[in-house]
């Protein structure tokens, strides 16, 4: 597996960012297909076009309180 996906989504867990997120950068770094618009939440959609640009920047911004 590639180490900077690796230690992107360890440093997201142990950060506290929304799963919802988590699980939409993984599928936008790995190009998996969308979720269906139904179950689209803003933080999965944010998640996986951060994930899509390989973008590590913005996760802080989606930290669970």
Do not use: H
């Not at 699980?23 to 139904?38: A, D, I, M, S, Y």
């Not at 933080?43 to 996760?59: M, Q, R, S």
């Amino acid at each position: 597996m590639n180490q900077f996906y690796y230690d992107a989504v360890t440093k997201m867990e142990q950060l506290g960012v929304d799963d919802e997120y988590i699980q939409g950068w993984q599928c936008g770094f790995l190009q998996n297909p969308k979720r269906e618009e139904q179950r689209l939440t803003e933080a999965y959609a944010a998640g996986y076009d951060d994930g899509e640009e390989k973008n590590a920047e913005n996760f802080a911004n989606w930290v669970r309180e």
